[in-house]
């Protein structure tokens, strides 16, 4: 990955820095944020992990090791699942997890969040934001059942969210170490209305309304989901504006 921006505010107390593998225009891409003085996030369980997506998984972890980075399970597979993967953790304690993968204009493959209800987390991400199940497998030797959900047709070609039950699992602890996801729509307010309208139905709420924020004016609406994760919805046209604006 390379850093795309960096910004400190110290009036504010804090900082933050954008990175990823391609511009921000064109490629999922991950924000830090620093809070001055804060040494320690706790991550909970809710949030699972980031995948990368890499062609040379055995090359990736030898590279991690040789600049002192911690990995937790070596490259292999599951069964009944034909994917080479490894994990890690990096120096705050999130995992990441590596996937063997063709060529692909995405490397940020997903992110794993746990849930409680996996039929209907799926169902909330199909309905309020017109997701696609893509990928849906089952284990019961080691208890749990995933559900691939994203934008297109082809895992290898989009970033996805990964939904995961653990059998018997209820309830995760939240922890403030992971915040939201940030996603790309044309209108914001017709978002939020779709969105609204299926809270009704499977659960969630907007918890802000869609509309410009003061000062950078980039129109924005957030809402959680049924399982309590945070999503922001942002209008696609601010947003190049203000990524050109920054770079």
């Known amino acids: 990955m390379k850093l795309l921006s960096q910004k400190y505010f110290p009036k504010q107390k804090y900082s933050k820095a954008v990175v990823g593998f391609g511009p921000r225009d064109t490629h999922f891409v991950l924000e830090f944020t620093c809070i001055h003085g804060v040494e320690k996030y706790e991550i909970g369980t809710a949030f699972g992990h980031i995948g990368i997506a890499t062609q040379d998984i055995y090359a990736m972890v030898e590279n991690i090791r040789a600049k002192g980075g911690v990995i937790t399970r070596e490259p292999g597979t599951v069964t009944g699942l034909p994917v080479i993967y490894s994990y890690g953790l990096d120096p705050d304690g999130y995992t990441y997890e590596l ?24 169902k909330f991400y199909e309905k309020a934001l017109g997701m696609n199940l893509l990928f849906r497998y089952d284990s019961p030797q080691e208890k749990y059942t995933i559900g691939m959900v994203a934008y297109g047709s082809n895992l290898t070609q989009t970033t996805a969210v990964e939904l995961k039950y653990n059998y018997n699992v209820t309830e995760y602890t939240r922890g403030n170490g992971y915040t939201e996801l940030a996603i790309g729509t044309d209108n914001v307010y017709k978002s ?51 990524v050109q604006k920054k770079e």
């Open 99 to 122: 996937v063997q993968s063709p060529p692909t204009p995405e490397p940020i493959s997903h992110i794993m969040l746990h849930v409680a209800d996996l039929d209907h987390a799926i």
């Open 192 to 242: 939020a209305a779709a969105v609204k309208l299926v809270a009704k139905e499977l659960g969630g709420q907007i918890i802000l309304p869609p509309g410009p924020i003061p000062q950078i004016n980039t129109k924005i609406t957030s809402f959680v989901d049924p399982e309590g994760f945070k999503t922001d919805l942002v209008d696609n046209k601010d947003y190049l504006k203000e």
